[in-house]
């Protein structure tokens, strides 16, 4: 599985954008999915994950209620929707996929895609 994360960008907090992660493969809809983030000088954090089916969803804390993670199995696509932006929320966005199982540890996750970069200025 190749994924291609896009839709980063610039955006003043209180703002929104929609990330996308376009994955190659035809057994997407076999893997859970998931959305970490990397601000500089910090370590990787998770930020969402999405079951295969899209039925389950799991976020952390400091986006919960905020930030909406869904996914397209048609289209082979996985969403991360952000509202309400925060500076503390500029960081580069990656989206990665597990095979087996899905959860909150990088290690858990099979594949990775490249990372976008979300600035959320003040």
């Known amino acids: 599985v190749q994924l291609q994360a896009s839709g980063g960008g610039l955006v003043q907090a209180g703002g929104s954008l929609r990330l996308s992660c376009a994955a190659s493969?035809?057994?997407?809809?076999?893997?859970?999915m998931g959305w970490f983030r990397q601000a500089p000088g910090k370590e990787r954090e998770f930020v969402a994950a999405i079951s295969w089916s899209g039925g389950s969803t799991y976020y952390a804390d400091s986006v919960k209620g905020r930030f909406t993670i869904s996914r397209d199995n048609a289209k082979n696509t996985v969403y991360l929707q952000m509202n309400s932006l925060k500076p503390e929320d500029t960081a580069v966005y990656y989206c990665?996929?597990?095979?087996?199982?899905?959860?909150?540890?990088?290690?858990?996750?099979?594949?990775w895609g490249q990372g976008t970069l979300v600035t959320v200025s003040s």
């Open positions: 990665a996929a597990a095979l087996k199982g899905w959860g909150t540890l990088g290690y858990e996750y099979d594949y």
């Open positions: 493969g035809r057994t997407f809809s076999s893997y859970a």
